[in-house]
């Protein structure tokens, strides 16, 4: 059984940072692109980062570049988001999603990121 | 970046009816493109993928059409466990950024 499992979120000041982590089971995890995804409260669906199969590729959304990274562990079967710089419009749900080349066909339950003084 | 547009924001139809909804990309991504579902407290699930491919599991019920820059997901007989928010993703390779829709709530009439 396919099974994704976001950890590391909670509460950070602005200016602070944090690091997501999305565990992996049930599939060859170094045989696919991995991507984040967040959810502000009542809003809809942001994609967030994305990373090729061997990690030697990666791409940001506008809103997160310079600030965020994305990498992975093979070995660990484990994505990672590194989240610098927080700001208060980046409070969300962060999802890790297993890209197929045709969506994403495994979601993980998402971490919640707050970030407020 | 490819913008998405969703409509209508929100739909009302009523159980057994059909729902009609509309996703428009600024520019062509080809057959590139994903429904996904959501219910509160959950995370999406992949309804449709290559603009008009059910994924696995999903019903029939559910189909998907259209290619380049307008698309179409279309629910026949609406049941109760269909009202959710809806959402249309392209995954164009380029420009690696893949860009969702705003998003279709789906309600009871």
């Known amino acids: 059984e396919v099974q994704l499992v976001e950890s590391g979120g909670g509460l950070v000041q602005p200016g602070g940072s944090l690091r997501l982590s999305c565990a992996a089971s049930?599939?060859?995890?170094?045989?696919?692109?991995m991507h984040w995804v967040r959810q502000a409260p009542g809003k809809g669906l942001v994609w967030v980062s994305r990373i090729n199969s061997d990690g030697s590729s990666t791409s940001y959304a506008d809103s997160v570049k310079g600030r965020f990274t994305i990498s992975r562990d093979n070995a660990k079967n484990t994505l990672y988001l590194q989240m610098n710089s927080l700001r208060a419009e980046d409070t969300a749900v962060y999802y890790c999603?297993?890209?197929?080349?045709?969506?994403?066909?495994?979601w993980g339950q998402g971490t919640l990121v707050t970030v407020s003084s | 970046e490819i913008v998405m547009t969703q409509s209508p924001a929100t739909l009302s139809v009523s159980p057994g009816e059909r729902a009609t909804l509309s996703c428009r990309a600024s520019q062509s991504v080809s057959s590139n493109l994903a429904w996904y579902q959501q219910k509160p407290g959950q995370a999406p699930r992949l309804l449709i993928y290559?603009?008009?491919t059910r994924a696995t599991g999903i019903p029939a019920r559910f189909s998907g059409s259209g290619s380049g820059t307008e698309f179409t997901l279309t629910i026949s007989s609406l049941q109760s466990e269909d009202f959710a928010v809806y959402y249309c993703?392209?995954?164009?390779?380029?420009?690696?950024?893949?860009?969702f829709g705003q998003g279709t709530k789906l309600e009871i009439k």
């Open positions: 290559g603009a008009s």
């Open positions: 049930g599939f060859t995890f170094s045989s696919y692109w």
């Open positions: 999603a297993r890209g197929a080349g045709r969506g994403y066909d495994y």
């Open positions: 993703q392209q995954y164009n390779n380029w420009p690696p950024k893949y860009t």
